[in-house]
């Protein structure tokens, strides 16, 4: 099994700045990550595939990047209605698909 | 509107069943790959199951295997979970989701396994 592995577990970041999150596979998933975000009481949504792909009507300034087994998806302007939690996830080997732990990210 | 729809969950008790529902909608449904996705309270997200567009290949994780079934029918829409022997650690809401990178998600429906 892939474990995905999430850092920091908490981001404190002020409004504007830039967040930097980090993901690291156990072993090597090519460009096979998703990142997706999830606020409380909602499900997850898709906002990074191919690692580096952002999916449909996700605003340019998230970004991801990385392959093989570190990735990292940023935030590069903060906006308060991006206080989540950010999950990376790799479909390269399985069954399991496998999540990481995931990343809190709040304004500081 | 592209949607699912989760239904069927609630509170069962240890070693009760339960059949969870996903109505997909506003998409061909029958050409896609489905999942089922769990998160309990408080906790991440994990993986729970998975079936091809023709149902010929169905995966499970190994904390479910033996005892969920997924399944799913075309001509309806749907997407279904079987739950049996369910136990206090299969409490979540669980979540409904269109291929291996999930590009779509339902609301959830929540399961609770309690005495």
């Known amino acids: 099994e892939v474990v995905m592995t999430q850092s920091p577990a908490t981001l404190s970041v002020s409004p504007g700045e830039r967040a930097t999150l980090s993901c690291r596979a156990s072993q090597s998933v090519s460009a096979n990550l998703a990142w997706y975000q999830q606020k409380p009481g909602q499900a997850p949504r898709l906002l990074i595939y191919a690692a580096s792909t952002r999916a449909t009507g996700i605003p340019a300034r998230f970004s991801g990047r990385g392959s093989g087994t570190e990735f990292t998806l940023t935030i590069s302007s903060l906006q308060s209605e991006d206080c989540a939690v950010y999950y990376c996830q790799q479909y390269n080997k399985w069954p399991p698909l496998t999540f990481g732990g995931g990343t809190k990210v709040e304004i500081k | 509107e592209v949607q699912l729809v989760e239904s069927g969950g609630g509170l069962v008790q240890p070693g009760g069943s339960l059949r969870l529902s996903c109505a997909a909608s506003g998409f061909t449904f029958s050409s896609y790959e489905m999942n089922w996705v769990r998160q309990a309270p408080g906790k991440g997200l994990e993986w729970v199951s998975y079936i091809n567009s023709r149902a010929s290949i169905l995966y499970y994780a190994d904390s479910v295997k033996g005892r969920f079934t997924i399944s799913r029918d075309n001509a309806e829409n749907s997407l279904y979970l079987q739950m049996n022997s369910l136990r206090a650690e299969d409490t979540a809401v669980y979540y409904c989701?269109?291929?291996?990178?999930?590009?779509?998600w339902g609301q959830g429906t929540l399961v609770t396994v309690s005495s």
């Open positions: 989701a269109r291929d291996t990178a999930i590009d779509l």
